[in-house]
């Protein structure tokens, strides 16, 4: 069955701080990992990777896909109070279904 | 343009009842997928419909069922409720099916209590 776990559970850090959350997934058939970010009810889209070692950046926030360790990685630089929210990590395999993690929830403090 | 309208917003049941939710998806999206979030458990994923069609469904029992209509809105039916149906429901819409890489955009969703 597919799998996606992600570290740590929350995460409470200092504005201007920065920050990486994890994620770990097991997978048949894998087609693209995604990031989202729920803030308070509907998650929004992030990023989509389905190559390796090819960094997505948006503003402030970056992520790299390493599909040979089978986890992937999302940035945060400079923190802002903006940013607290629960990042969830979802993947893609051959069932067609994408599998959410459990999510990181990030707290970040003026 | 409009984004996910998901209806009701709240509701609250008790054991029992049934429930119907309703999801009207992006102006000009196909397909329509279903979730259901809770603490414990995460995001997980009910079933995903195209063209009217259902195409992939989760491992959730029998009484979770959905359907899709010709203007794409899509319902979803939860009966015999039990307590541990209380979550946050979500659908979610795109121009094409999940597996063909379309991004998804999620409606606010539908908190359900069941008492």
């Known amino acids: 069955e597919d799998k996606v776990v992600q570290s740590p559970l929350s995460l409470v850090v200092h504005e201007g701080d920065t920050v990486t959350l994890n994620c770990s997934y097991e997978v048949t058939n894998f087609r693209s990992l995604l990031w989202y970010k729920q803030e308070k009810k509907a998650p929004t889209f992030l990023f989509m990777l389905?190559?390796?070692?090819i960094e997505k950046k948006s503003g402030r926030l970056s992520s790299i896909l390493d599909k040979k360790e089978l986890f992937s990685i999302l940035n945060i630089t400079a923190t802002q109070t903006g940013d607290s929210a629960v990042y969830l990590c979802a993947v893609e395999g051959g069932s067609e279904k994408l599998v959410f993690g459990k999510g990181t929830k990030l707290t970040v403090n003026p | 343009k409009a984004g996910v309208t998901q209806t009701p917003r709240y509701l609250i049941k008790t054991r029992g009842q049934q429930v119907t939710l309703s999801c009207s998806p992006i102006s000009g999206h196909r397909s329509v997928s279903w979730y259901q979030q809770t603490p414990g458990q995460g995001l997980q994923f009910l079933f995903e419909?195209?063209?009217?069609?259902?195409?992939n469904k989760g491992n959730f029992p029998g009484r979770f069922s959905g359907r899709q209509f010709s203007n794409s809105r899509s319902e979803m039916n939860v009966s015999t409720l039990e307590l541990g149906d209380s979550a946050l429901y979500l659908c979610?819409?795109?121009?094409?099916?999940?597996?063909?890489?379309?991004?998804?955009?999620f409606g606010e969703g539908s908190r359900l209590t069941v008492l």
């Open positions: 389905t190559s390796s070692g």
């Open positions: 979610a819409s795109s121009l094409s099916r999940a597996r063909d890489g379309g991004e998804l955009f």
């Open positions: 419909y195209f063209s009217e069609t259902q195409r």
